[in-house]
C-alpha cells in the first residue's frame, strides 16, 4: 500500500486540533509529543461496538525519537508493507467488554494470531482519563507479553490510537504509538 503525502498545512491542522486526522498516514506524520497532545483531546466510543471487526493496525512512533532520522525511520518501518503486525481483531462481548487477538505475518510463514487479550474500558496510565485498555495479561499469554498495556482512543469515525506502555514492578513506560483503524472507516482527503 503506497503512503500517502501529508502537506504542512493538514500535518499543522492535525497537530494543532483544528482538524482530526482521517488516516494511518497523517497520524504517522506527527511526532510523539503531538500524539500525546491527541490523545488528550481524543475521546473514547461509548460501546465496545465501535471497534468491532479485523482492524488494520499501524505503529506510529517511537517514544523519544522526535521528528529526527529516527523517528523517519520507524515511520518507514510501521508503513512498510512486510511489517509483521497487522493489526487486532476484535469483537466485543457486551457493550463494555470484549475480546481480541493480534494478526502477524512472520517472514516464510502464514498469517499468525497471537497475543489474545481482553477489551475494557478504564483510566488512561498516561493521563488518567478513559480510554479503550487491552489487556493482555490473561492466562496463556507468554511472561514477556503479559506486562503490555495498550490503550486507544478515538480521534475520528473508525480510527483509534494510543500508547503502548510496559509495567515493571509498579510503574509504567511508555514505548511507542500505535493505531488501528475498522475497516471501510477510512476517509480520503478531498482532492
Not at 16 to 45: F, I, M, N, Q
Not at 113 to 137: M, N, Q, R, W
Not at 145 to 163: A, K, M, N, T, Y
Not at 167 to 188: C, D, N, S, Y
Amino acid at each position: 500500500m503506497e503512503r500517502e503525502q501529508i502537506t504542512k498545512e493538514r500535518h499543522d491542522q492535525i497537530a494543532k486540533g483544528e482538524a482530526p486526522p482521517r488516516t494511518l498516514d497523517e497520524l504517522a506524520s506527527l511526532s510523539h509529543a503531538e500524539l500525546l497532545k491527541l490523545y488528550a483531546r481524543a475521546t473514547v466510543p461509548s460501546d465496545m461496538r465501535a471497534l468491532d471487526g479485523e482492524l488494520r493496525g499501524r505503529m506510529l512512533a517511537v517514544r523519544g525519537t522526535e521528528l529526527g532520522p529516527f523517528h523517519q525511520l520507524f515511520a518507514a518501518l510501521g508503513a512498510w508493507q512486510h511489517f509483521p503486525w497487522e493489526g487486532k481483531n476484535l469483537k466485543a462481548t457486551s457493550a463494555t467488554e470484549g475480546t481480541g487477538i493480534n494478526r502477524v505475518k512472520i517472514p516464510g510463514m502464514d498469517r499468525e494470531e497471537l497475543f489474545h487479550f481482553k477489551t475494557l474500558f478504564d483510566p488512561s496510565a498516561l493521563d488518567g482519563k478513559p480510554c479503550v485498555f487491552i489487556d493482555y495479561d490473561i492466562e496463556g499469554n507468554p511472561a514477556y507479553i503479559r506486562p503490555l498495556r495498550d490503550e486507544v482512543r478515538q480521534v475520528s469515525p473508525g480510527l483509534f490510537f494510543g500508547p503502548v506502555l510496559i509495567r515493571h514492578r509498579k510503574e509504567m513506560t511508555q514505548l511507542l504509538w500505535f493505531a488501528i483503524q475498522v475497516p471501510g472507516k477510512q476517509e480520503r482527503p478531498s482532492a
